[in-house]
């Protein structure tokens, strides 16, 4: 399947943004969609994922209570919305789907299809 990252940019601190990630097809209902990012010299890090299947969700620490996951199953898409933004979320998000369901394992192997990347820069 292929991914269409849109929705990044400039933003303030304690601003919000709305990432989308779009589908060109369906999503199986035995795969999980997750964002992910990665800052200049970091690795890539999971941010949250939301399974096909029952819509579970999990969000990594600096993501609870600010970042929400959320799925239009119509739409083929899933969206991540951002609020009270950091200066130290400024990086580059992609989305990925992957086999299997959402959980705390969520890492870069386990998803095989990826976005081209949404840059967010939170300035201070």
């Known amino acids: 399947v292929q991914l269409v990252e849109s929705g990044g940019g400039l933003v303030q601190a304690g601003g919000s943004l709305r990432l989308s990630c779009a589908a060109s097809a369906f999503i199986n209902e035995d795969h999980s969609t997750a964002w992910f990012r990665q800052a200049p010299g970091k690795e890539r890090e999971g941010v949250s994922c939301?399974?096909?299947?029952?819509?579970?969700?999990y969000s990594a620490d600096f993501a609870k209570g600010r970042f929400t996951i959320s799925s239009d199953n119509a739409k083929n898409t899933v969206y991540l919305q951002m609020n009270n933004l950091k200066p130290e979320d400024t990086a580059v998000y992609y989305c990925?789907?992957?086999?299997?369901?959402?959980?705390?394992?969520?890492?870069?192997?386990?998803?095989?299809?990826w976005g081209q990347g949404t840059q967010v820069t939170v300035s201070s």
């Open positions: 939301i399974s096909s299947a029952d819509g579970s969700t």
């Open positions: 990925a789907v992957g086999a299997g369901l959402c959980s705390p394992a969520m890492g870069v192997a386990l998803y095989d299809d």
